[in-house]
């Protein structure tokens, strides 16, 4: 079984935000966890509707910054202010398959069919910063190019550290089933990531050959789910005061006005599968009131508000 520095919290667009990543914490201190994706030019224009450019790492314990963008010195630059910031490692993102970011910004999963931006990317960004520098990427562009190992090459003569690697192509985005290659006779480290839900699918990438792995869309409603890995904790019997507890980290970071319509998603995730939750969502949805959300949040779970 992997130890819990080599279990890693996925970089999730719109979910691994701060308040998010406490959750995390709450649960599992030590597991590496990487910060949703960040534009190397709102970073370094410092653009101030974008909270997450102003994150304060130095208190967060293990946490990995992702960076995207197409232009090595920019990348360089957005590196350093988050070395400043208290990220404990870069991760570079090379394997987003949205169009605005790998087609016509040509970052994320287009620097797969780039190599040689992908190589001067990365050595500029670890030519930049003393913390160690990862990428994160994907199998291939599609089902014809499926290059991966090349990449991870690259990756490894340009500096480095490791490589984690999501076992789909770009053309499938996130449909289908996750495909896990064998890990064998690679320079750096490889991260399983991709449809790992438990232990079980945990331990399988360790017997392929990976030297870790990330959980990613299992951790949804589930920010436990790190803990129940590792066995130092059972799932919750009742969420409630989590949800609360969430939520109130939610307005802390964000304020109640835009925190009550992002959580509606989260409250989704965390009552999915529960006995009348589809009534439940159909309400929340409907509330932009704190107090309205937090009664409903109550009287679902029946919990007590004692956070």
Sequence with gaps: MYTDNQIFAAPMAGISDKPFRQMVREFAPNVPVVTEMIS????????????????????????????????PDLMADAAQILVDAGAAWIDINMGCPVPKVATRSG?????????KLAGKII????????????????????????????????AADNGAAWVTLHGRTRAAGYAGVAVHPEIKDMPIPIIANGDLKTRTDVDEMRKLGYSGAMIGRAMLGRPWIFGEILGNVKSPENIGNIVLKHLDLMVKYYGAHA??????KHLAWYSAGIPNSANFRIKVNAINDISEMKDEILQFWGCVANI
């Excluded at 030019?41 to 997450?52: A, E, F, M």
């Excluded at 970052?107 to 190599?115: E, P, T, V």
């Excluded at 925190?259 to 509606?264: D, H, L, S």
């Design 40 to 71: 190397c030019h709102s970073l370094v224009g410092r653009h101030k509707n974008c909270l997450r450019n102003f994150d304060d790492y130095a208190t967060e314990g293990n946490v990995g910054a992702q960076i995207f963008g197409a232009r």
């Design 107 to 115: 970052a994320g999963a287009f620097l797969m069919r780039d190599h």
């Design 123 to 154: 050595k500029s960004v670890t030519g930049a910063v003393k913390i160690p520098v990862s990428v994160k990427t994907r199998l291939g562009w599609d089902a014809d190019s499926m290059d991966w190992g090349d990449l991870v090459n690259v």
């Design 259 to 264: 925190a009550v319509p992002m959580f509606r």
